[in-house]
């Protein structure tokens, strides 16, 4: 077991209680996604997890020591972790190549410069090793701290929204490059984001948080398949909600249904196209059926009326 979380109870303040006996355990060499709307606790609890903030009870177990609070650390931080903020902190008249090697070794000088160049490619940054951060966009300041923050091979590595400043195009490249290099290097990886559906690949675990609250903690399939409730369902983009009286109208076992897990097909429920939009490698379509407006994808635009089965 590389992380423990036991009973944690953490609050801003008295009158809005965040964590109230939080508990969540995390194997070596995972890679786990925080997920949840804005202000559900996750950057809270890596800031936890990471020693920035002080907790009110419970306790915090890594790697089998016990974890402290910034009242009891005279340094903020915990060894054996790493954590990649929103702030990026990287020193400004140094050149991205320095800013990365910052806590290697200078007794190797050779082994320190193959080191940098091998995670400047890591996230797509070799061209910039000589420039000063200043020059640099918030999305390749990012990924200049997520480097150097994989220097030092921690245990643990702490991503907070890791590619919220970065463009599409780049993403898709460093998230394949980050994930296949952190699971090479068996680094343990814990990751908040809003975009669960782009990082699903790579995860083995998805720990859902509403309101500070632990409300799923399962492998990505399970999550997408089965989710909780609603509110779990919706982190992975639209979704058609059914109450019990509308599973037993629309013969349906399940209460969400995603637009891809409705089918058009020659025979089934018939039903009437309200729009037909162009969405990209899909129609987006608002479909009536039986007083119901449902959203629903397809390949070609449609008209009039169609047939639906659900999946």
């Not at 944690?8 to 009158?15: A, G, I, M, R």
């Not at 790697?63 to 931080?77: R, T």
């Not at 989710?227 to 019990?244: C, H, K, Q, T």
Request: proline share 4%; net charge negative.
């Amino acid at each position: 077991m590389l992380l423990e979380i036991s009973h944690l109870f953490f609050s801003y303040s008295e009158e809005k209680p965040l964590f109230q006996n939080l508990n969540l355990r995390i194997d070596e060499g995972k890679t786990i996604a925080l997920a949840g709307e804005s202000g559900c606790g996750k950057s809270t609890l890596i800031s936890l997890i990471y020693g920035l903030l002080d907790w009110g009870k419970g306790e915090i177990i890594f790697d089998g020591q016990k974890l402290f609070g910034p009242k009891k650390n005279i340094v903020p931080g915990e060894s054996g972790m790493k954590l990649v903020a929103q702030n990026y902190d990287l020193m400004p008249y140094a050149t991205v190549a320095e800013n990365v090697g910052k806590f290697l070794s200078n007794i190797n000088l050779d082994e320190k410069k193959q080191t940098v160049k091998e995670l400047l490619e890591v996230v797509g940054l070799t061209e910039y090793e000589n420039v000063l951060p200043k020059y640099l966009s918030g999305g390749q300041q990012q990924r200049v701290s997520i480097a150097r923050a994989l220097s030092v091979m921690p245990k643990l590595l702490l991503l907070d929204e890791p590619f919220s400043n970065i463009d599409y195009s780049r993403k898709v490249e460093l998230r394949e490059r980050l994930f296949k290099y952190v699971k090479e290097k068996k680094i343990s990886l814990i990751i908040s984001t809003h975009e669960i559906q782009e990082v699903m690949p790579w995860l083995d675990q998805i720990v859902v948080l509403q309101d500070g609250r632990l409300i799923q903690n399962d492998a990505p399939e399970e999550t997408y398949r089965n989710p909780y409730n609603e509110y779990v369902a919706r982190l992975f983009g639209e979704v058609n909600v059914f109450n019990d009286e509308e599973k037993k109208a629309f013969g349906v076992e399940k209460s969400f249904y995603f637009p891809t897990e409705i089918k058009i097909a020659e025979n089934g429920l018939k039903a009437e196209v309200v729009e037909s939009r162009f969405g990209g490698n899909h129609y987006w379509n608002k479909i009536s059926a039986n007083g119901k407006t449902l959203t629903v994808f397809s390949e070609h635009q449609l008209k009039d009326s169609v047939h639906l089965l659900f999946k």
